[in-house]
């Protein structure tokens, strides 16, 4: 039985969160594979708003949830997502034993660093996401397995802190205001609570997969976030791009047949970094506080723009989307025109997708259509009962990817959802 991807195909903040748990009903498992909580996923059914940074949106419907090898882990956040959630004891949650886990020297080394960029800063989170992925690969992390048990704990810290705290006093001038034991008593604490939802991720979501079970795969951030593809340096430590699924849980890049694409009507961005159809203005200001674009879990104010095709059609390049999901389109409503980016112009040349130098990009300038603009009323549930002008906005995009725009997003309630 073949799985299910949902991925960011922007700058993240889709509305990842409102498709997966739209799609976990039918799902047995709903799995976290890349990322920390720099993500924020937010669903709301009726009066009640989740804001989730590490356990999968499926929890909201009481399915099993998994946090796969390739995430990082913030115990003392996930400690507190859990406890806002209703029903926190039920949570049927699984932790693979090999995700790395964010220590307090990772956020303080993360702001050391962004401070000491200057002008030159990422904008990142400042959830020390960066520098744990860069542990990892420098073999200097310390796993979930070693929090859960907590002779390897001390042992593992043992190694690690003095160098730690002698990068930040010696190099970046930080002030490390925790001492190896104060942080080892909070996080063996931790360690001990969460060991029983230690499991091995890879292997469960294979026997899932083969006794027919339904996986939905949870992406996190977006496509030109990604480490590789994205547009370096202002990108995340991790891989939003469908194909660390794969390497995220562990099983095969075959998995998954069906990959959601996930976009935004228009375009967002946080942090810093090109954005071809940025807005600014009063006009920004209007879009941005119509759709809330705030972020989930910094709350800064995200820069928008208008949609870009050819943004899009890259991202579906280097995903593969079988199909898209266009979230927020009702904040587009009562608008008179709009613009959308179909192709961009650099160096005179006319191009269809981005190229791959973040400098060319923040040299592209787009190429605009200008199309009708329509009304959303939020009270249509079929695809026939959007106006005409906002349909052809959908065929538009559907034209310039050549896959189909399969579910569409009128509002935050679970119900606001059109299906194709
Ligand atoms: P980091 O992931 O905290 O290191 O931040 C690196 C860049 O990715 C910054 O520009 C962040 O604003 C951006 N970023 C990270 N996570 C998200 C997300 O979930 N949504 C949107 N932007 C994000």
């Known amino acids: 039985m073949p799985a299910t991807a949902i991925i960011g195909a922007q700058f993240g903040d889709e509305g990842k969160g409102k498709i997966t748990d739209f799609f976990a009903k039918q799902a047995d498992i709903v799995v976290r594979y890349h990322g920390g909580n720099n993500a924020g996923h937010t669903v709301v059914v009726g009066s009640n708003k989740f804001k989730l940074h590490h356990v999968p949106s499926g929890v909201v419907h009481g399915k099993r949830v998994l946090i796969a090898a390739g995430v990082v882990i913030d115990p003392r956040v996930l400690d507190e997502e859990i406890s806002r959630l209703p029903d926190s004891n039920e949570i049927?949650?699984?932790?693979?034993?090999?995700?790395?886990?964010?220590?307090?020297?990772?956020?303080?080394?993360?702001?050391?660093?962004?401070?000491?960029?200057?002008?030159?800063?990422?904008?990142?989170?400042?959830?020390?996401?960066?520098?744990?992925?860069?542990?990892?690969?420098?073999?200097?992390?310390?796993?979930?397995?070693?929090?859960?048990?907590?002779?390897?704990?001390?042992?593992?810290?043992?190694?690690?802190?003095?160098?730690?705290?002698?990068?930040?006093?010696?190099?970046?001038?930080?002030?490390?205001?925790?001492?190896?034991?104060?942080?080892?008593?909070?996080?063996?604490?931790?360690?001990?609570?969460?060991?029983?939802?230690?499991?091995?991720?890879?292997?469960?979501?294979?026997?899932?997969?083969?006794?027919?079970?339904?996986?939905?795969?949870?992406?996190?951030?977006?496509?030109?976030?990604?480490?590789?593809?994205?547009?370096?340096?202002?990108?995340?430590?991790?891989?939003?791009?469908?194909?660390?699924?794969?390497?995220?849980?562990?099983?095969?890049?075959?998995?998954?047949?069906?990959?959601?694409?996930?976009?935004?009507?228009?375009?967002?961005?946080v942090g810093e970094g090109p954005f071809p159809t940025e807005i600014e203005g009063e006009f920004a200001k209007k879009l941005r506080d119509a759709g809330s674009e705030y972020g989930t879990t910094t709350g800064r104010p995200r820069r928008v723009g208008w949609l870009d095709l050819a943004l899009l059609k890259t991202a579906h390049r280097l995903n593969g989307f079988t199909e898209i999901a266009i979230t927020k389109l009702d904040v587009l409503s009562g608008l008179e025109k709009l613009k959308v980016c179909t192709s961009y112009t650099l160096d005179g040349k006319k191009i269809e997708q981005l190229p791959a130098s973040t400098d060319d990009i923040a040299r592209c300038k787009p190429n605009y259509e200008e199309l009708e603009g329509f009304e959303i009323t939020g009270e249509e549930t079929r695809f026939a009962d959007l106006q005409l002008e906002a349909r052809e906005y959908l065929r538009m995009t559907e034209e310039h990817l050549g896959i189909p725009v399969s579910v569409v997003s009128i509002g935050a309630e679970r119900g606001k959802t059109i299906l194709r």
């Not at 995700?99 to 990422?122: F, V, Y």
């Not at 010696?170 to 008593?185: H, M, N, P, S």
């Not at 939003?240 to 047949?257: E, M, N, Q």
């Open 92 to 269: 049927n949650l699984g932790i693979d034993s090999r995700a790395h886990i964010i220590m307090p020297w990772h956020n303080l080394q993360d702001s050391a660093q962004e401070q000491s960029k200057g002008s030159a800063k990422i904008g990142t989170t400042g959830r020390g996401i960066g520098p744990c992925y860069a542990d990892k690969a420098f073999r200097s992390g310390i796993r979930f397995e070693d929090l859960a048990d907590r002779k390897r704990l001390q042992k593992r810290m043992g190694e690690i802190f003095p160098h730690k705290k002698k990068l930040l006093e010696g190099v970046y001038g930080a002030k490390v205001e925790f001492t190896e034991r104060e942080v080892f008593a909070q996080y063996s604490a931790l360690g001990e609570k969460f060991s029983k939802n230690m499991c091995d991720a890879s292997l469960e979501v294979h026997n899932a997969l083969r006794s027919g079970k339904q996986v939905l795969f949870e992406g996190a951030q977006g496509t030109f976030l990604d480490n590789d593809f994205g547009t370096y340096p202002y990108v995340t430590s991790s891989h939003p791009i469908s194909g660390s699924f794969a390497t995220g849980i562990g099983i095969s890049p075959l998995a998954a047949t069906k990959i959601i694409g996930v976009a935004k009507a228009y375009t967002t961005r």
